[in-house]
C-alpha cells in the first residue's frame, strides 16, 4: 500500500529517481571518466567545456566533472552518516526523557536546549578548532549540531505515544518497561524517524558545504562540493560554471532530499490511512 | 502571561547559558594534546608555552579556570584576544554594529518579500501567482546561501554593476550582502504565511466577516492576517537573532568586519579567546531572541501563557 502510495506521489518517485541517479553517477563517474580527481595537468588548465572535459578543467588542469562527482560521493557520505547517528543519538535520548520523565528528561532537554541556543556554524567551528578539519571532525560537528532537535522531536512524539492506551494495558499487564519501549513506543515512532532522517540530510549536506566553502570543513586534497566552489571562486566572472557547477549539485541534492522529505512525511502520516 | 512565568522562563536562560559556556569550555579544552601548542600550531619552544600557559591562566585547574571565566563573563570581561591583544568584549562591541546593519536590512528585505508572496500564494491559492511563488520560496530555503552570493555578485556586479562587489562602508554595498542573508529566511517566511494564513482563511469567521458585505481582500487583510501573523511573528523573532549570529558566511564573502567574520579570524588564527567570546555573545542573543519571541506571542495571543 505505502510502496503504491509511494510510486503515485509524483515529487516523492521523481526525486528519489534523481536521488538515486545522482548516487550511481558518483559511483560509476569518477572510476570510468578516465581522469584521476587529483590528477593534475598543468598543460590543460582553466580549459572551457569541450568533448574531453564536459565542464571544463579547473586551475590544476583537473577534470571538474570527474571532481563533480567525486565530491558528491564525498558530500553524500558526509551527510548521511552524521545523520544516522545523530538521529540514532537523538532517538535515543529523545525516548529515554520521554520514558523516564523527571530529571533525566530535564537533563537531556537542557542539553539539547544548550546545544541548540548556539548558532549551528559556530559550534561547528569550535569543534573543528579542536579536532582540525579531518573528515572525523566535520562527522562530529554534524552529529553536535543535528541531534537536539531530533531528540525533541522525538521526545514529543513518544510521550504523546504514552498517552495511549495500549501502553496503559501493557503496564497494567505487568509488560517491562524495556520491551513497551522496544515493542510498543518505537514501532509507532518509526515513520516520524524516517521522515526526520530524511529531512535532515539536505540540513547536513548544507552544513558541510558551508564549512567546506569556509575553508574549515573537508580540506585539500580531499575533494567536497562545498570546497570546490570555494576554490573556484576567484575564477567567478571568467568562468562562473566552475563555482556554478558544484553549488548546483548542492542545490539539486537538498531540493530533492526536501521534497522526498516532505512527500515521506505526508505518505507515512498515519492520519492520511484514516 | 504571569510575572512568575516570565522569572521561571528567564531563570531557564540563564540555565542554558551557563550550559553553553560549560559546553564550550570543555569543547575547547579537551583538544588532544595541549590548548596552547594546538593555538600556536607551530613548533615553539617548551618555555614559550609554558609561559603563554600561565600568562593565561591555563596552568590552573579546570574547574578553577572555568569560575574565573564565569567571574569575568558576569562582568562582562571575556579575557583577551591572543592574536589581535585587544579585550575580546571590546572587538565583539566593534563589529557588532556591522552585522546589525546586516540583519536589519537583511530582515526588512526578507520579511517583506516573504509576507507578501505568501499572502499572494494562500489569496491565490493552486493558481499561476501561487505556483510561481510557492516555486521562488522553495529556491530560497534550498539554495546554499554562498550560491545565492556569488550568482548576486556575478550578476549585479560583474555583468549589470549595479551594485559594488564587497562592503565598502556605503549603503548600496549592504543590498547584496543583505539580500544573500536574508534569502533563505524569506523562503521560510513566504511558505509559513501561505500554510498559516490557508489555515485562517478557512475558519468560519472568514465566512461571516464576508457574509457581513466585508469584501475578500477586507476579509483576509483585516481578519485572517491578524490572526495569521502569530507563528510568523515568533518565526521572524527567531530568525532575526539567527541572522545576527549566523552570519558567518555572508559576512566572509562580502568582508562585512562583523561578528561572524570575527568568529572566522579567530579560527583562522587560532585564537582560543577570542572563539570562546564570540560563541557565547551570538548564544546570548539566542537565548534573547528565543525569550522574546514567547513574549511577544504570549502578548499577541491571550491563550498562550509564557510559562
Redesign the interface.
Known amino acids: 500500500m505505502k510502496v503504491k502510495d509511494f510510486i503515485r506521489n509524483r515529487m516523492a518517485f521523481f526525486s528519489a529517481v534523481i536521488i538515486i541517479l545522482i548516487v550511481l553517477f558518483s559511483l560509476v563517474i569518477p572510476a570510468i571518466s578516465g581522469f584521476d580527481p587529483a590528477g593534475q595537468d598543468l598543460s590543460s588548465r582553466l580549459c572551457p567545456p569541450d568533448s574531453v572535459h564536459f565542464f571544463g578543467t579547473d586551475e590544476l588542469g583537473r577534470d571538474v566533472l570527474t571532481r563533480l562527482f567525486y565530491g558528491t560521493r564525498i558530500s553524500l557520505l558526509v551527510a548521511l552518516i552524521p545523520t544516522a547517528i545523530s538521529v540514532l543519538i537523538g532517538m535515543i535520548l529523545g525516548i529515554t526523557g520521554a520514558y523516564c520523565g523527571k530529571w533525566v528528561d530535564f537533563m537531556i532537554m537542557?542539553?539539547a536546549?544548550?546545544?541548540l541556543?548556539?548558532?549551528?556554524?559556530?559550534?561547528a567551528?569550535?569543534?573543528?578548532?579542536?579536532?582540525g578539519g579531518s573528515f572525523i571532525s566535520v562527522f562530529l560537528s554534524l552529529v553536535i549540531l543535528e541531534w537536539g532537535s531530533i531528540a525533541r522531536i522525538v521526545r514529543s512524539s513518544a510521550l504523546s505515544i504514552q498517552e495511549s492506551e495500549f501502553i496503559t494495558a501493557a503496564r497494567t499487564m505487568g509488560v517491562r518497561s524495556l520491551s513497551i519501549i522496544l515493542r510498543h513506543i518505537l514501532p509507532n515512532l518509526i515513520p516520524t524517524i524516517i521522515v526526520l532522517f530524511t529531512l535532515n540530510i539536505?540540513t547536513s549536506i548544507?552544513s558541510e558545504?558551508?564549512l567546506s566553502?569556509?575553508g574549515?570543513g573537508i580540506q585539500p586534497p580531499g575533494v567536497s562540493l562545498?570546497l570546490m566552489?570555494n576554490q573556484s571562486?576567484q575564477f567567478?566572472?571568467d568562468m562562473?560554471w566552475l563555482?556554478?557547477a558544484p553549488?548546483?549539485m548542492?542545490?539539486i541534492l537538498?531540493?530533492a532530499f526536501?521534497f522526498l522529505g516532505d512527500a515521506l512525511r505526508d505518505i507515512l502520516d498515519p492520519r492520511s490511512d484514516i | 502571561m504571569t510575572v512568575s512565568g516570565i522569572i521561571k522562563r528567564i531563570g531557564g536562560v540563564f540555565?542554558?547559558?551557563l550550559?553553553?559556556m560549560l559546553?564550550?569550555f570543555i569543547?575547547?579544552r579537551?583538544?588532544?594534546g595541549d590548548p596552547v601548542s594546538?593555538m600556536l600550531s607551530e613548533h615553539v619552544s617548551q618555555e614559550t608555552i609554558d609561559r603563554i600557559k600561565i600568562s593565561m591562566g591555563l596552568d590552573r585547574s579546570l574547574p578553577a579556570q572555568f569560575f574565573s571565566y564565569l567571574k569575568g563573563a558576569v562582568r562582562g570581561d571575556l579575557g583577551e584576544s591572543y592574536f589581535l591583544k585587544e579585550p575580546v568584549v571590546d572587538l565583539i562591541a566593534e563589529a557588532f554594529p556591522y552585522t546589525l546593519k546586516l540583519a536589519v536590512f537583511a530582515a526588512l528585505i526578507a520579511w517583506a518579500f516573504g509576507i507578501i508572496s505568501g499572502m499572494i500564494c494562500a489569496m491565490f491559492n493552486n493558481s499561476f501567482p501561487d505556483y510561481l511563488f510557492r516555486g521562488l520560496s522553495?529556491f530560497g530555503?534550498?539554495?546554499?546561501?554562498?550560491?545565492v552570493a556569488?550568482?548576486l555578485?556575478?550578476l549585479l556586479y560583474?555583468k549589470l554593476s549595479v551594485f559594488p562587489l564587497s562592503y565598502d562602508g556605503s549603503f548600496g554595498s549592504m543590498v547584496l550582502p543583505a539580500i544573500a542573508l536574508g534569502w533563505n529566511s524569506a523562503g521560510s517566511v513566504a511558505r509559513l504565511t501561505r500554510s498559516s494564513l490557508m489555515e485562517q482563511l478557512g475558519s468560519p469567521y472568514i465566512d461571516t466577516a464576508m457574509a457581513k458585505g466585508l469584501s475578500y481582500k477586507g476579509a483576509v487583510i483585516k481578519h485572517a492576517f491578524r490572526n495569521a501573523m502569530l507563528p510568523i511573528v515568533t518565526m521572524m523573532a527567531l530568525q532575526f537573532s539567527?541572522m545576527l549570529?549566523?552570519a558567518?558566511?555572508t559576512e566572509?564573502i562580502f568582508s562585512i568586519p562583523g561578528i561572524?567574520k570575527l568568529?572566522?579570524t579567530a579560527?583562522?588564527t587560532?585564537d582560543?579567546p577570542l572563539?570562546q567570546g564570540?560563541?557565547l555573545f551570538?548564544?546570548f542573543l539566542?537565548?534573547i531572541g528565543?525569550l522574546l519571541a514567547d513574549v511577544l506571542n504570549a502578548l499577541l495571543d491571550p491563550r498562550i501563557s509564557v510559562s
Do not use: E, K
Open positions: 537542557w542539553l536546549d544548550v546545544t541556543s548556539v548558532p549551528g556554524m559556530l559550534l567551528m569550535v569543534v573543528l578548532y579542536s579536532f539536505p548544507l558545504s558551508a566553502f569556509l574549515i562545498g566552489v571562486r567567478l566572472f562562473p563555482a556554478l553549488a548546483g548542492i542545490m537538498v531540493l526536501h | 540555565l542554558v547559558l550550559g553553553v559546553l564550550i569543547m575547547l579537551i583538544i588532544p594546538v522553495l530555503v534550498s539554495v546554499p546561501i554562498f550560491m556569488l550568482c555578485q556575478y560583474f539567527g549570529s549566523g558567518v558566511i566572509s561572524g568568529a572566522l579560527i583562522q587560532r582560543m572563539l564570540t560563541v551570538t548564544a539566542i537565548a528565543n
